[in-house]
């Protein structure tokens, strides 16, 4: 049996806000849209899978 674990993780979708000590192109602040940025979940649980395979004695 092969048990395979790993941190959950979640999408999240929104605008990105930068924010510059100087001017950048004229502007301190800059917007990217619709970013979706991929990272581990706030709750600290485990997606766990168990996969049956054959034994090898």
Partial sequence: M????????QK?????EMHFGDRYYGHYYWYVHNVVVDGPDSNPAWDAKVQE????C
């Fill in 12 to 16: 999240v979708r929104g605008t990105y």
């Fill in 53 to 56: 395979t054959s034994t090898d």
């Fill in 2 to 9: 092969d048990i395979f674990a790993a941190p959950m993780r």
